[in-house]
């Protein structure tokens, strides 16, 4: 059990509301990430952390920002959600077994109507 | 970007048989990841590989990293029910910054009774 959890775990919203996805683990790992898994595609890198206040983009990230104010918590936003972003968000952490190995959280699903 | 290709798309087999599920890639990797996903949770990590011909166990299943290190397969031996789930490679680039990996899009396990 990496520690990880994510909040919500379900929600809908109407297209054009902002949306905050929350990730948080107990552990101190110093990288977290956020993707997205949709039919057909696999994982996404949305946007990753690899420290307080330290961000960068990741493959799909146009329409989310990020924000990562303490360790342990790493926060996705939609400003303004569209029917495209409706998917299932995971947020993840590399561990301390490995830099290489990434455990990954439940899961948030999203949908935007 | 950098994509993974990921073979059998879905595998249906009677409990019992071997299975086996690989990756290739067009580029050269320095770590290859198995997980497994269930129905509404998030993947979990299975094997993990770092060097070229490694070969690693876990229980039933075993994982290699190919010679060329651009490809992996994950066996799974004696399949039971539980091993029902989606089984998805990932990857780091060689040469590949701030641990990002790439994933393939999965394979669905159906295992009969």
């Known amino acids: 059990d990496a520690g990880i959890t994510q909040s919500p775990r379900h929600k809908v919203t109407e297209t054009g509301t902002p949306v905050t996805l929350r990730c948080h683990q107990t552990e101190n790992h110093r990288y977290m990430y956020w993707y997205r898994q949709d039919p057909g595609h696999g994982l996404r890198l949305i946007h990753y952390?690899?420290?307080?206040?330290?961000?960068d983009k990741g493959e799909v990230s146009d329409g989310y920002s990020v924000s990562r104010s303490k360790t342990e918590d790493f926060l996705l936003t939609l400003e303004s959600a569209t029917s495209s972003q409706t998917s299932v968000y995971f947020c993840?952490?590399?561990?301390?077994?490995?830099?290489?190995?990434?455990?990954f959280g439940p899961g948030t699903r999203l949908t935007v109507l | 970007g950098q994509q993974l290709n990921q073979s059998p798309q879905s595998m249906f087999i009677q409990e019992g048989e071997d299975v086996s599920t690989n990756c290739t890639s067009s580029s050269i990797f320095n770590t290859w990841l198995w997980y497994k996903q269930e129905p509404g949770e998030g993947p979990v990590l299975l094997i993990a590989?770092?060097?070229?011909?490694e070969l690693t166990s876990n229980g039933r299943l075993t994982a290699q990293f190919g010679i060329t290190r651009k490809d992996s397969f994950l066996n799974i031996s004696a399949s039971i029910p539980s091993d029902v789930g989606i089984y998805f490679c990932?990857?780091?680039?060689?040469?590949?910054?701030?641990?990002?990996?790439?994933f393939g899009k999965g394979t669905l396990l159906t295992v009969n009774p």
């Open positions: 590989l770092y060097k070229a011909g």
């Open positions: 993840a952490i590399t561990g301390l077994a490995g830099d290489r190995e990434q455990f």
């Open positions: 952390s690899y420290g307080v206040k330290d961000t």
């Open positions: 990932a990857g780091q680039e060689s040469g590949g910054s701030n641990y990002k990996l790439t």
